[in-house]
C-alpha cells in the first residue's frame, strides 16, 4: 500500500511519487520507498527518460544535457519544447529511497538495475500517465538504466542512446569499485555504516576520490594539463583536494557505497536459474532481467549466454556511445555490445581525451555539442524528431 513519504527534496523543483513497500528483486522490501524525479515539457509531447548517474542528482547532474536558452541555446536534441523528459533519481542518490534519507540508514536492501528500471516505469506509465513508448538515454550508470529499460520493457522502449556506460560491468570495472570500497569502510568513522552524520569518515572520503583521479580523466586529459586549462588547478595537490576531495567530501558515505553495489551488480540477464527462458517466457516483470554475478565479478557461461540473450532482446535501434580514452567502460566492450545485438545497435565514439567525463556532466562544451549532434542524427533517423 503507498503511503506518505517523509523526505522533501532541497529542490523545489524535484517531485517525490511513493512507491510504497518496495519488493526488490532479491525478495527484501524497501518499506515506505520513493522515487524523486524533476520533468521539464509539456506532457502531450513523446516522452523522454532520462536517468541520473553514479553520486549525480537531478538537477545539477542532469540538466547539462537539457535545451536551457540560457546556458545551452545550441542543444537540439533534449529540447523541453518538443519532449516530455522525466529524469529519475537512482536509488540511493540522496533524492530517491537512500541510506541518507531512509530509517533503515545503510540496511536499507539494496536496489540493482532492474529494481530501479521497475519503479521509474511505474512512475512514468502509472503515476505520470504516459502513453506509449519512451525514448531513454543516459550518461554512466544512467546508461546502464537505459540499457536495462531496453531489455527489461522491449515492447515499451521506442529508442535508447547509452553513453560512456555499459550492459555489463567488466571485471577491471568492478575491481576498480572493489577498491573504492574497501577504502572507504577502512576508515575508522565509518563503523560499519553507523557513523555520526555530523562526524563523517572524511579520511575514508578523501581516499574514496584520491582512487577517482586517476580513472575519472584520461592520461592525455592529465598529460596535456587539462586541469590547469580547463578547471584551472595547477599541481597534483590542489587537482586531488580542490576537485576530487571536495567532489568525494560533499558526498555521503553509506550513499556512495550503496550506489556502487548497484554498480557493481550491473548485468543485464545474467542470471543462471533463468538461462533458458526468452523473455517472452518470463512474466513482465522479471523479463531480460538484471542479475547479480558471482564473488568476484565472475560470471559463468550461464550467466554469459543470458546477457547474450538480454542483448539480442532489445528490440529498438540503439546508438551506443562510448568514450575513446574512457578507463570505466571502454569502447572494446561497447563494440562488443554493438557485435552482439546486430542491426539495432548503432555505435559511435567520442574521439576525446577527457576519458569518462567526455560523455559528462557537460563540463567539455566541444564534446556535448559532438554528443548532441549524434543524438540529433540517431533522432532523424529514427523519426524521432523531424
Known sequence: MTSEVAFEPK?????????????????????????????????????????TWYSGTITDGNQWLIRDPRTLPDVRSLDASKFFIIVPALFGNGESSSPSNHPLGYDMPRATFYDN????????????????????????????????????YPDQVRAAVPFCGSARTALHNWVFLESLKQTLTLDPKWKGGKYDPANPPVDG??????????????????????????????GGSNILGNFWHAWATSKDANNLLYMLWTWQHGDIGAQPRYAGASKRDLPQKEGGRLGTRGDGGVTTSEDDAAFERALKGIECPTLIVPGKTDLYFPPEDSENEAKVMGETATLE??????????????DSLEDV???DDKIYAFFQKHGIVD
Open 349 to 362: 565514439v567520442i574521439p576525446s581525451i577527457w576519458g569518462h567525463w567526455a560523455g559528462g556532466p557537460g
Open 205 to 234: 572520503l578523501k581516499a574514496f576520490g584520491t582512487i577517482y583521479a586517476g580513472w575519472g580523466f584520461s592520461q592525455a586529459f592529465y598529460r596535456e594539463d587539462g586541469f590547469k586549462k580547463h578547471f584551472r588547478l595547477e
Open 11 to 51: 529542490d523545489s523543483r524535484v517531485e517525490v511519487y511513493s512507491l510504497g513497500d518496495f519488493t526488490l528483486l532479491s525478495g527484501e522490501v524497501i518499506p515506505n520507498a520513493h522515487i524523486a524525479f524533476r520533468r521539464y515539457g509539456n506532457p502531450s509531447k513523446p516522452a523522454i527518460v532520462y536517468p
Open 117 to 152: 528500471v521497475r519503479a521509474q516505469h511505474q512512475l512514468v506509465y502509472e503515476h505520470l500517465g504516459v502513453k506509449g513508448k519512451v525514448v531513454v538515454l543516459g550518461w554512466s550508470m544512467g546508461a546502464g538504466q537505459t540499457f536495462q529499460w531496453a531489455s527489461q
Open 369 to 371: 555539442k559532438w554528443l
